[in-house]
């Protein structure tokens, strides 16, 4: 069984030991510090650690000032507070000037259960793409979050950073295949691929185990770059047959949509979406909502076989 960790639990890992060698590393929060694991920043380096309080459109109001007199932001909230309340300061102050912010929103997706259908979000990658110039991640792991952590603070410019609630399976042992802007093959195969992003990762893999023994070899991509979308490694992907995209997020705007205006353009093939078919979620434990709105490893098998069948 593998190791597990939550990804927000890897950003604040991250956070403290960038935050020892880069001075100029600022991290921001709104009253949920603890929540979004920037705490131990704020314990390491407090004179570098800011609470906005309940007001998000204040803290990256606040962040892309800081980050435009020369210093790099992290700043934090849950997704649907970052990408839902404060979008109009995230695109006409963040994005419009290109400030160095990176907005670190936990508690993403399905998985946030309990918390229910205010606080599910779906949208957040779908608003982040279509603003100009920014950068989306979506790390599927802790190994990936730190070293892509550690690649989004290098680079210059504003980056949404999409972390989940839950502990989740640890996938790679080398962090050195994990490139900013590159998707990363996890599993070769010769008759379809599966490109999955964030927790349903882990899902397709689970799912390429057990099509392969029902004699269909699927290749699996962590595409944990959603913006800039790696087209090369989408376009090698085509070649082996139909796609199936894998997101714990709305198939409208999402990975689904990136990908499918991408093969549409450059190799047109079949594609299923599994992710959030146009719904709201609802109360319940993280599993239980995975199984009813379909998004687990079984879902994506299904995608596959029926792509396969046709």
């Given at each position: 069984?593998?190791d597990?960790k939550?990804?927000r639990?890897?950003?604040?890992?991250?956070?403290?030991?960038?935050?020892k060698t880069?001075?100029?590393?600022i991290v921001?929060?709104?009253d949920l510090s603890?929540?979004t694991?920037?705490?131990?920043?704020?314990?390491?380096?407090?004179?570098?650690?800011f609470n906005?309080?309940i007001?998000?459109q204040?803290?990256?109001a606040a962040?892309?000032?800081?980050?435009?007199?020369g210093k790099?932001?992290?700043?934090?909230?849950f997704?649907?507070f970052?990408?839902g309340r404060?979008f109009?300061?995230?695109?006409n102050?963040?994005?419009?000037?290109?400030?160095?912010?990176?907005i670190c929103a936990?508690?993403?997706?399905?998985t946030?259960?309990?918390?229910?259908?205010?606080?599910q979000?779906?949208?957040?990658?779908?608003l982040?793409?279509?603003i100009?110039g920014?950068?989306?991640v979506?790390?599927?792991d802790?190994?990936s979050?730190?070293e892509?952590?550690?690649q989004v603070?290098?680079?210059?410019?504003?980056?949404?950073?999409?972390l989940?609630?839950?502990?989740?399976p640890?996938?790679?042992?080398?962090?050195?295949?994990?490139k900013?802007?590159?998707?990363?093959?996890l599993?070769?195969g010769k008759?379809m691929?599966?490109?999955?992003?964030g927790?349903?990762v882990?899902?397709?893999l689970?799912?390429?185990?057990?099509?392969a023994?029902?004699?269909?070899?699927?290749?699996v991509?962590?595409?944990?770059?959603?913006?800039?979308m790696?087209e090369d490694?989408?376009m090698?992907?085509a070649k082996?047959?139909?796609?199936?995209?894998?997101?714990?997020h709305s198939?409208?705007?999402?990975?689904?949509?990136?990908?499918?205006?991408?093969l549409?353009?450059?190799?047109p093939?079949k594609?299923a979406?599994?992710?959030?078919?146009?719904?709201?979620?609802?109360?319940g434990?993280?599993q239980?909502?995975?199984?009813?709105y379909?998004?687990t490893?079984s879902?994506?098998?299904?995608?596959a076989?029926?792509?396969m069948?046709e």
């Amino acid at each position: 069984m593998a190791d597990k960790k939550a990804t927000r639990q890897a950003y604040g890992k991250a956070l403290v030991e960038i935050g020892k060698t880069n001075e100029d590393l600022i991290v921001m929060d709104a009253d949920l510090s603890k929540s979004t694991m920037t705490a131990e920043f704020a314990k390491e380096f407090p004179d570098r650690f800011f609470n906005m309080g309940i007001a998000e459109q204040d803290l990256y109001a606040a962040a892309c000032g800081i980050a435009l007199s020369g210093k790099t932001v992290c700043a934090s909230t849950f997704a649907m507070f970052a990408a839902g309340r404060a979008f109009e300061i995230i695109r006409n102050s963040i994005g419009y000037t290109h400030a160095n912010v990176k907005i670190c929103a936990t508690h993403a997706g399905i998985t946030v259960g309990e918390d229910g259908a205010s606080h599910q979000t779906f949208e957040d990658i779908a608003l982040m793409r279509t603003i100009p110039g920014m950068t989306v991640v979506n790390p599927c792991d802790a190994v990936s979050c730190e070293e892509l952590m550690k690649q989004v603070i290098a680079m210059e410019g504003p980056c949404y950073v999409r972390l989940g609630r839950a502990a989740v399976p640890v996938l790679y042992d080398d962090a050195g295949m994990i490139k900013l802007g590159k998707g990363s093959w996890l599993r070769r195969g010769k008759d379809m691929t599966i490109v999955a992003t964030g927790i349903m990762v882990s899902a397709a893999l689970e799912a390429a185990e057990r099509l392969a023994a029902t004699g269909i070899d699927a290749g699996v991509i962590d595409m944990h770059t959603i913006k800039p979308m790696d087209e090369d490694i989408l376009m090698e992907a085509a070649k082996t047959g139909p796609v199936v995209t894998a997101e714990e997020h709305s198939v409208i705007g999402g990975l689904g949509g990136a990908v499918a205006e991408t093969l549409s353009r450059l190799c047109p093939v079949k594609i299923a979406m599994v992710g959030q078919q146009d719904t709201f979620g609802e109360s319940g434990k993280p599993q239980e909502l995975l199984e009813k709105y379909h998004m687990t490893s079984s879902d994506i098998e299904k995608a596959a076989m029926g792509l396969m069948s046709e």
